[in-house]
């Protein structure tokens, strides 16, 4: 079924999610204040909407409760951000996603009741750093406080050698969940395979146990 989901916001942030949305073929609706946002995104949207963020009237004549995601991407104005949260949660919108400009802004979206809180600006800076200091690190994400994504470049002490003789799930407990080659994403990969050369190891587990095997396996001390 297709995803029904709400984006209320239109700066950098809620542009790229509306475009990105759209080429997954969610239906989308878009909300600014601004008409000239609201225009620009027109081609990637089911339906486009002029209004502001807190105007309980609209969101209720729109039935926002009825979709099955509101994003609500406005950073600057934190108080607009936290009382279109309150309203959203008052009219029972099921998941709630919301933008946060500073800790502080995501703790008070949380308290009001987003269900997910995003720092992307923070989460960008991490993401920075890891690739910065191990440049084996192709991508980093958290999934949650403890829990991540990352994605190594194969080195070579992984390349032809089976998938299976790397014995992650054992040794470190985590699990390769794909492998990237060329334009190729392997997903779920075989145990058998032979790992090449290039190749993109995409590994999730708890970050304590990832940091173990980038200190083992990635980067092992001389
Ligand atoms: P970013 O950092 O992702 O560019 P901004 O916070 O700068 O995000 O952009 C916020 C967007 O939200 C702008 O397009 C702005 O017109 C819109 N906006 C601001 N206030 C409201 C409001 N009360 N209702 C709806 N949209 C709003």
Redesign the pocket.
Known sequence: MTKEIAV????????SAVKQLHKLSADVTV????ES?VKHYEDYAVECIV?????ENMLKTIGIEHYDEVII?????IQ??IL?TLILKELGVESITA?A?SNHHGKMLKKVGADNVLH?ETEMGIRLANQLVNMSLVDYMEISDDTAIVEYDANERFINSPLINIDIREKFGLNVIAIKRNKEVIVPPDPQMNILENDVLVIIGKIENLNIFESKMIKPKS
């Open positions: 209320i916001g239109l700066g950098q942030f809620g542009g909300i600014d204040i601004s946002k209004g502001s963020a807190t105007d991407a406005i950073g600057e104005d607009t951000s279109c933008k400009q992307p």
